[in-house]
Every structure is written in structure tokens, then in C-alpha cells.
């Protein structure tokens, strides 16, 4: 599944595309001071239902999806996009826990003690952590309904351990 993954350029699913391939790694393992950042989209739950994304006009939609492409299109430029993946809605989420008859429990989304919910996110390679608070804000200012910024909350997590396809 690696390598198939790594062969795409752009993964069909999702609100935002996946941009992959050899040239990506490439610019990547040039970089001698790298950092990855994974930068995680929170939308307020409370307010899923109404004004999620998909229930938008379709020219908000239109000017929100377009920015996050040219967004997704210059990190990948400067070297410093690893992948971004728009994530299914609360309704479509789960909880799993291990029982002690082997089995998984299985907890419908969404859940009441959550204030937030994990709308996407992108993992980026840069240089400083100045640089990767710097795109979290550029994310948090996407446009929402009638063009106005979102300043919705980006969460910015260092990345301690990278695995590779194919390593043990």
C-alpha cells in the first residue's frame, strides 16, 4: 500500500487534496534542518450541524476550496508539504476500545465532551517552528461564508517520530 500511495499525485477523497509522489520526497531529503509539524484543523462542534462546510452557498464553498488548493499548492512548492487530508464529520466518527474478551467497543461520534472536532489537517516539513505557527495562521484565516476569515483554531504538534513505508 506504500508504494501505491507514493505513486499518486492526488488522492480523489477527501476536501482537500493529498499530494504525494517521488519529487516530494526528493525535496524533502535535501533539506538538512527540518522540522515536521503536523497542523490540525478544529471546528467547533457545536456548531457541525449548521454551519459545517457542505450546508455553505456554493460560491463560499467555491472560495474556501480554492484557497486551500493554492495554500496546499505553495507548500508543495516551497518543499514544505508532506500530505493534508480533509477528514470525515463527527457522524462518521468512532471510538474503539480493546475489552478484555478480545472484542472490540465501539462508541458512535459525535461525542458531548468534545468542544471540537478534528475538521483535517496538513503535516509539513519547514525549518522553524516561527515558520509552521506562521502557516497554522495563514490555515486559520481561510475564508468562510461571505469571504470573511474563519480564525478558526489550527493546533501545532511537533512531530517526534517519523516511520517510512517499509521500515520496521
Known amino acids: 500500500m506504500c508504494e501505491a500511495r507514493r505513486r499518486r499525485d492526488v488522492e480523489p477523497a477527501g476536501l ?12 524533502r531529503q535535501r533539506k538538512e534542518n527540518v522540522m515536521k509539524y503536523i ?50 464529520g463527527p457522524e462518521q466518527m468512532k471510538i474503539v476500545q480493546a475489552t478484555k474478551s478480545a472484542a472490540p467497543a465501539i462508541t458512535d461520534g459525535p461525542f458531548p465532551e468534545s468542544k471540537e472536532v478534528l475538521a483535517g489537517y496538513w503535516v509539513i516539513d519547514v525549518e522553524t517552528p516561527q515558520r509552521a505557527y506562521e502557516l497554522a495562521a495563514r490555515a486559520s484565516a481561510a475564508p468562510g461564508l461571505r469571504g470573511e476569515p ?11 517520530f517519523t516511520k517510512a513505508c517499509g521500515d520496521v
Open 39 to 88: 497542523l490540525m484543523m478544529q471546528f467547533p462542534l457545536a456548531s457541525w450541524r449548521t454551519q459545517r462546510l457542505d450546508l455553505w452557498p456554493k460560491e463560499d464553498q467555491k472560495r474556501h476550496m480554492e484557497f486551500l488548493k493554492r495554500f496546499n499548492q505553495e507548500l508543495v512548492e516551497s518543499g514544505e508539504f508532506v500530505r493534508t487530508e480533509g477528514l470525515g
Open 16 to 27: 482537500a487534496p493529498t499530494y504525494t509522489g517521488e519529487r516530494l520526497f526528493q525535496a
Open 150 to 160: 474563519l480564525y478558526m483554531p489550527i493546533e501545532v504538534h511537533p512531530v517526534m
